[in-house]
């Protein structure tokens, strides 16, 4: 029996080869009618057989192109037209171009990949093999509608070839924006400069001067690949200067990699004196999952995550027999892993199949290099040489980085480190009051880990990983990137909002402009954030543990208890304030740390306390005489900050290389097979009091309940006094969070009946502190909700700050 619908599609159907995919889809189904876009999504008018038009509505929801996001089909009854055919009809772009939602950059499909090493394939070996299914996106547009025009690829004209296939419904290639091949695309560049930081007499002045700029298909030590073996020779260049221990900077999808052989030390040293990155770890890139498991444990969904289009950095456990290069991921438990994301990476880890580190492209602190010329000059004391080529990038994209937590028989969940390429810019659905009429926001984020977010009626356009904009190039960076969100997707803020510190400079920038402010607590942010992500309007008891965050009362908080809900809160609960002498000093050095800890502790006169004062020497009296007299001490009741201060103490980090090591250290030197006995786990115990005045001030009582870490140290202390392997001290101090995250769930619930528990803030990047309290909270029957899309540091703020403001 013939029927006819009217079917909608919504969600990011647009620039994605869906309407291509639609009308193969048609064919397959004899289905015959239409296929356009429209303001509000895909429209499709199908005639056919009961059975194939329900055979053809599934295959859409189930079967969509990489790049698309099926987010909701709708269909209607309509009469029958009697259409003999399945055409793609062509909308008024000017009318799509607002409502339109750009994918993200795409992985290489398997269906290039395939092509890309067939010697009978016209593209075989071509370096920026596409289809509409993968490939750039974000990264190469200029404007909207999403057209070749628009992009970086305008600079290349496409072959007869190439152009065939582009209007071919019926091509995988069909409307493929980036189509190309070495005919009449973009090509490979070489350059090595001609004095590099390995060699003698090398100045980074000199090297920067004699970097090639203008253009640079002009430039003499510029070696280009336009053809096949061109190209294969310089990939070749690239192999051999890794194979010989030094540094290549290689230009991917979002800007340009850092890469070195991952086996060698003496590769890895050299990396890290030139980049000035001591200690954090190194992200890796292998050729295949299988390879991925010579070094780490990989999980089904772990390698899911890793074969996505999005392509991302995987963090895994590492395989205990597996031997990894000094300088590499030390003293960790995990260690980042990526497959292949463009089509010269799969060339690369096919002619050196091994473990090549690939970290970001630039220099420390500042943001990733993406254009060729520039990288020359800002990379020239790293790089040795540099594979790059002329296809520009106009948006830069750090890598995504992500874990996937086990949580038992309740499963596995995906927690995002790092929001960057292959899932940004993607919308984070937004209900808010207001509905449709909810006014365009841009919500500026916090000054670490800082992403933006611009808002629209029901959706949330959360900005790529712009990282701490406290110098200038990433400061540039953030007014560049906002502007191109603002351009693409047609938004004109009308509000701000913004952080409550009166000093961050993304709060000082939010003052001055001409819109009117809202300004929103930094830990409300963050359980907002979760919330939304969730669908939860609450109230919820909500922990925001992190390093750092303006509290109203003017100290640091960061060991908040909250009773929340999108538009305001209570503070419920703290851990107890104690001094940080020297402010920004005492997280530099957490000795420090740990002494203004055990002075507010009463627990400078333990044996170990007082072998703290020695360990500080004359720093000691120095950090007595601050706290006394108030000076650059200010009080804080962060987790993050008790964290570093048992790392100190213990031993295991007193002079961090990067933010929330001493954590990271700490929970990687855990000794899960060591046991926790009943008396163990008495001593480890946070206490819970009504909360009193501080020391100092009664200003700092702001809170109903006070969470006293006492116990824990003073039991910590005692352990290390008495030998207990460093490992044990460890699992028992993450056991006390737990527990007291428990215990206050408990509590809130017996005093406002509130059973939903929300979990935000940087601690809970701590995988062991969340693979254990989750299941603990659940087995009570608690729902707990953590953030989804986004990570739980302060890379969600910004969205928590626009919900917030849009729902007060």
Known sequence: MQEALDIQVTGVVQGVGFRPFVYRLARTFL??????????????????????????????????????????????????????????RYSDDAATEKTTLVSPDLATCDDCVRELFDPANRRYRYPFINCTNCGPRFTIIRGLPYDRPATSMADFPMCKACATEYVDPADRRFHAQPNACFDCGPHLSWYVPEVGPGQAGFSEEAARAAAPAGDLHEAPRMHWGTTREESDALIAACIDKLRAGEIVAIKGLGGFHLACDATNPLALAELRRRKRRPGKAFACMVPSVEAARAYCHVSDEEAQQLQSPARPIVLLKKRADAVFAPGLADGLSELGIMLPATPLQHLIMHDYPGLLVMTSGNVHDEPIQIDDACAYRALAGIADAFLGNDRAILSRYDDSVLRVLDFGERGTSVQMIRRAR???????????????????????????KNTFTLTRPGEAFVSQHIGDIENAPTNDAWLGAKGIYERLFKLDPVRVACDKHPEYLTSKWAHAQSLPVTEVQHHHAHLAAAMAENKLEGPVCGFAFDGTGYGEDGAIWGGEVMLANLSTYERFANFTYFPLPGGAAAIKHPLRCAWGLLWALDLLDHPQGKRLASRLGDAAPVCRQMIDRGLNSPFTSSVGRLFDAASALLGICEEPTYEGEGAVLLEAAIDESAAIDAEALDRYHVGIVKNVASKESTALDTSVLQLDPEP????????????????????????????AIVEMAQIVEAVYGVRTVVLSGGVFMNRYLVEHAVPALADLGYTVAMNRDLPPNDACVSFGQAVVALNQ
């Open 422 to 448: 292959g899932f940004a810019p993607a919308v984070v659905p937004l209900a808010v009051s207001g509905g449709e009429d909810a006014p365009v926001l841009f919500a500026t984020g916090p000054e670490q």
């Open 712 to 739: 824990v140290f003073r039991a910590l202390l005692d352990d290390i006094e008495a030998g207990v392997p460093t490992g044990a001290i460890a699992r028992r101090f993450h056991e006390a969070i737990v527990r």
């Open 31 to 88: 289905i015959k009618g239409w296929v356009l876009n429209g303001v509000d999504g895909v429209h499709i008018h199908a005639e056919g057989e009961e059975k194939h038009i329900d055979e053809f509505v599934m295959a859409i929801s189930e079967e969509a192109p990489a790049a698309a996001r099926v987010k909701k089909i709708t269909m209607a009854e309509v009469p029958l037209e009697g259409f003999t055919d399945f055409e793609i």
